[in-house]
């Protein structure tokens, strides 16, 4: 059965910062593309990044460009996301997700619960 379990969330300031895990079971991990994607309040969801199963290939939605990084510890069957100079608008709940192929543009089939991340002063 396919895990997801995203940690790491929290209230920041604007301008923090905040990293993401998202630990993976159920599948191997190193042959997958993951993909991180967000719902803020009254929204629909918003992929936001997504990384190739060796971690060599990467891609950020505009919104998140130059503040946020995405990376992966296939030894470690985890997902990162790394965000900085975090925004009010970037509060949301954050959910992880499995692509169905190695390569970062294949969709999603699965996601995690997911993890809230509130910008506010």
């Known amino acids: 059965e396919v895990q997801l379990v995203e940690s790491g969330g929290g209230l920041v300031q604007p301008g923090g910062s905040l990293r993401l895990s998202c630990a993976a079971s159920?599948?191997?991990?190193?042959?997958?593309?993951m993909s991180w994607v967000r719902q803020a309040p009254g929204k629909g969801f918003e992929w936001v990044s997504r990384?190739?199963?060796?971690?060599?290939?990467?891609s950020y939605a505009n919104s998140v460009k130059g503040r946020f990084t995405i990376s992966r510890d296939n030894s470690k069957n985890t997902l990162y996301l790394q965000m900085n100079s975090l925004k009010p608008e970037d509060t949301a709940v954050y959910s992880c997700?499995?692509?169905?192929?190695?390569?970062?543009?294949?969709?999603?089939?699965?996601w995690g619960q997911g993890t809230q991340v509130t910008v506010s002063s």
């Open positions: 159920g599948f191997t991990f190193s042959s997958y593309a």
């Open positions: 990384i190739n199963s060796d971690g060599g290939s990467t």
């Open positions: 997700a499995k692509n169905k192929g190695a390569a970062y543009y294949t969709s999603r089939d699965y």
